[in-house]
DNA sequence: ATAAGGTTTAACCAAATGGTTAACAAATGT
DNA sequence: ACATTTGTTAACCATTTGGTTAAACCTTAT
């Protein structure tokens, strides 16, 4: 009984618990509530995912799947550091804005389960720093940017970026902006975020 | 039966629970858990704080209680810019490195319950941006530092000290960092990330 | 047509979980 | 001394939850 209609019963699945995952964590999912969502009967999720546990991790290897190109657009490409800084920063800004739920999800999770991150390493294509680590001496070296300490700076770049997607309830709540002002508070950082890295680095 | 001794059974219990809560989150904690930690009956924690809901307000409240008093060396002194960031920046990652866990649980559960920070809210002492904001346009207007959004600036200084805490195991993996060294990547953040902040403000 | 294989369902199950009860013990006020 | 209040425990309970089973249902190859 190949489905060849629009969406195969796996699929179903799998873009129900993406859902409930991701809205309510690991601990907070419920299979009845992802079957139902999926509108197939409970014993089909351990049909074809065995577990809670398996189910899961499929969900997140998609999650994080999804991650990981985005920092590459700042960790592989051949351009300036500046250049990495404005493209990441609008694309990371602009892809979030699209998946909400995605930044806390996986940081949620891998605070939850400390050797998760393991099995992810062993991927290949698991981010690496290194050309960007040489990148920023180089330039330092050339005297474009200020010296600073590469992962210091990524890790600046990341958090700045980041941030207002896990920290959401909190600027809503500190600067009393409602669901309209936020959105317009996260537009806006697609350009001053990188303004704001780059006068710092820069050398003038 | 007071207990004199150098614990009341009720504070054993939030000493417990804030342990557990913080390390599992709501849904991820078991009441048996807190229990045992506690070293009671679990009737216990009924008898004193009713049910689950009620004592996982009582440790969220007290922990976001820690966090106020943090937020207040930057909002509500009357220092110059450079110094509020300075000093919260120091203060700040000294405290949480202390309490490591402190600023994932309440980032979490405040993803997880909307209106949890509403309750919140009310409270006196709920931390209020308009002083930090009238020094920034002061200074912008005295030419001390650049012009900048004063919620873009906040968050940024936001954003950048609570970072190192909310994604460890992201800082781990991506730069192979062991707990040592992480630690010192913290420890460093300590007066770098001031100087990251200013370096991008001030007027030269 | 029908046997064989994968797919789907309703009903079921054991364990875990938050919460309750009733009896007991320790303080405290009178 | 003793009655009353407060604190504590073991046993119990109802519900929820992840997971299983056995039968039914399609689809397809022969």
Redesign the interface.
Known sequence: MKKTKDETTEEQILEAAKSVFQS??M??ARMQEIADKANINKAMLHYYYRNKELLFEAVFKQAFSLLAPQLNTILNDDSSVEDKIRHFTLNYTTFMMKHPYLP?FI??E???N?N???K??QNTG??N?EKFKAKVKDEINQGII?P??A??L???I???N???F??????????DKDEKSYKE?VE??KT??AN??I???KC?
């Open positions: 309510k964590g601990d907070g806390n940081i949620q891998l605070n939850r400390e998760f991150i393991l992810l390493k698991f981010p720093l200020k600073i300490d992962d210091q990524f890790f600046n990341l958090a700045l980041i941030f207002p896990l920290g959401k309830p909190l600027i809503k709540a500190f600067s508070f806006s950082r001053e975020v704001f890295i006068n710092s680095i003038k």
